[in-house]
């Protein structure tokens, strides 16, 4: 009886460190997850202050800021990881575009309100890259977690689950780093 009681008491205890670990790295998921949202709407801001420099000096590239703005609005609404990973691929390659019109006008490259949101956009582009790092590495960390015995065990039944990278897909890897068109 003893060594039964014994058992179930080790079972219970190895079944809550389990959990609580599982627990600690789905938080960790979630901080890194809150750490590039908190980076995007940071991009999302300085986006439209840009268009609106460039829109002063190349009034007549409006196909790209449409584009632009589009972008920007479809990353805002996406509601899945896999729709905010399509989203901020279109968003990147619009940006591209953008910078590309912009290396075309001399003014514009010299203004300082807009050289100020290139820099800041590009630091904060920095820090999304680091974020997305750390994110995966926090997905990277719990799916390894999920996958290995003997949580396997304990996983599924409590509600734990393999989560998705936040990376660019193969198919949006090209137009990503593809060299803009522009054409005059």
């Known amino acids: 009886m003893w060594i039964l009681l ?3 008491v080790v079972v219970a205890i190895f079944g809550i460190t389990i959990y609580n670990r599982l627990v600690a790295l789905r938080q960790a998921v979630n901080q890194a997850w809150g750490d590039i949202d908190v980076q995007l709407k940071q991009r999302y801001d300085l986006i439209p202050n840009l268009v609106e ?3 002063g000096y190349a009034s007549h590239e409006r196909e ?3 584009a632009v703005t589009q972008a920007r609005q479809q990353a805002i609404d996406a509601s899945s990881l896999q729709d905010q990973q399509q989203a901020e691929n279109l968003l990147t390659g619009a ?3 953008l910078f590309a019109v912009a290396e075309a006008y001399p003014d514009l490259k010299a203004n300082q309100n807009f050289l100020e949101l290139q ?3 590009s630091d904060v582009e920095n820090k999304i890259a680091a974020a997305r790092r750390f994110f995966n590495n926090s997905v990277a960390e719990l799916n390894t977690a999920v996958e290995q015995f003997p949580a396997v065990l304990f996983a599924a039944p409590l509600g734990f689950s393999k989560k998705e990278y936040f990376e660019v897909d193969v198919d949006d890897r090209a137009k990503v780093e593809a060299a ?3 054409s005059f």
């Open 180 to 182: 803009p068109d522009v």
């Open 53 to 55: 420099t460039v829109k």
């Open 95 to 97: 940006l591209r575009q």
């Open 6 to 8: 014994a058992i179930v």
């Open 119 to 121: 820099r800041e956009l």
């Open 64 to 66: 790209t800021l449409e």
